[in-house]
């Protein structure tokens, strides 16, 4: 026996825990029939959904056929033979392809989901990143956007002390098509997510993020024990409307808008058309602890953070949306 063999079962499944990536956990059940038992045990895990490939949309190869009937139990050893998948829109993916990729754990507790990049279509030099806390639905969104930054502000918003009625409307128009587009997202990944939250009934934490940094959707051990006990009660009720959505539903929203026509930070980036918004459902309305909301969704990002900070300042316009 060597050393290896002499590790207990204990200390080896919080190595697995520090690796976290899936498919590398997958690949390592296949290296023995100890590891074969003890992937499954789990609880801290990794999804990259950058490379998702599935009998749905691509054919197997002859080799990994044959090495698929022959070595079922070995998970994830077929990975080794296939050719890499194209990355796969996030729209276009079902709940069922991530249910499958972790249907050979079966102690998840915490689970980070890497998706390959936003969905939103901006305009050249437009960024938008949002933060999202969801429950059975929609609980919290802070979205923070500008239509471009540039080390010295523009000609047209140093000499100008306000916006015109005209620039006014048309740049609400465009922070509130930023809105809907960051409800959408989130509702998408939301639905995305669902099928695992149910069948991973131990699950306490929930983190997907996109991989370029543009958008988070978190679920806590609250709003995951919320989400199926309502999934339950449901019984499969609305199902057929999500799943032609393609996301969940957004609830009826307030919105706490704030914006800058030009905003300079401290470390002299210059903002144009900063943006603020703050989204909590209609029902049961309270912006108590928006600051703070604010604040905190984006606290360990230097830029994104100063540009927060100095949007709480400015003026507050609230508005309304309803459910879609």
Known sequence: MDVFDGLPDAIIVDVLNKVGDVRTLLRCSSLSK????????????????????????????????????????????????????????????????????????????????????????????????????????????????????????????????????????????????????????????????????????????????????EGTLVMGTEGLREFRKMEAARGGAAVDERVEKNRSVVPSVRMSMRHAPSLKLKSGICLESATLVIVRPSEGYSDDGDDELATEAFAGNCMYGEAVVALLKCKKNALEMNSF
């Open 34 to 213: 100890r590891f074969n038992s003890l992937v499954p045990q789990s609880e801290s895990l990794i999804l990259r959904l950058d490379q998702v490939g599935t009998t749905e949309s691509q054919p197997d190869s002859p080799v990994s056929n044959i090495f698929t009937s022959v070595l079922k139990s070995f998970h994830g050893l077929c990975s080794l033979f296939s050719k890499p998948a194209k990355p796969i829109p996030i729209k276009n993916l079902s709940p069922n392809i991530p249910s499958k990729i972790l249907s050979p754990f079966d102690r998840v507790k915490n689970l980070e989901v890497e998706l390959p990049g936003g969905d939103a279509s901006l305009e050249k030099g437009a960024a938008v990143k949002w933060k999202a806390e969801h429950g059975e639905t929609l609980e919290t969104l802070v979205v923070v956007a500008f239509r471009s930054a540039s080390t010295e502000s523009s000609p047209a918003s140093a000499s100008s002390d306000g916006e015109s009625d005209a620039e006014f409307v048309t740049g609400l128009k465009t922070r509130v098509m930023w809105t809907i587009s960051a409800l959408m997202a989130a509702s998408t990944r939301h639905f995305l997510m669902s099928q695992v939250v149910k069948e991973h009934e131990e699950m306490e934490s929930l983190v997907i993020r996109d991989r370029g940094g």
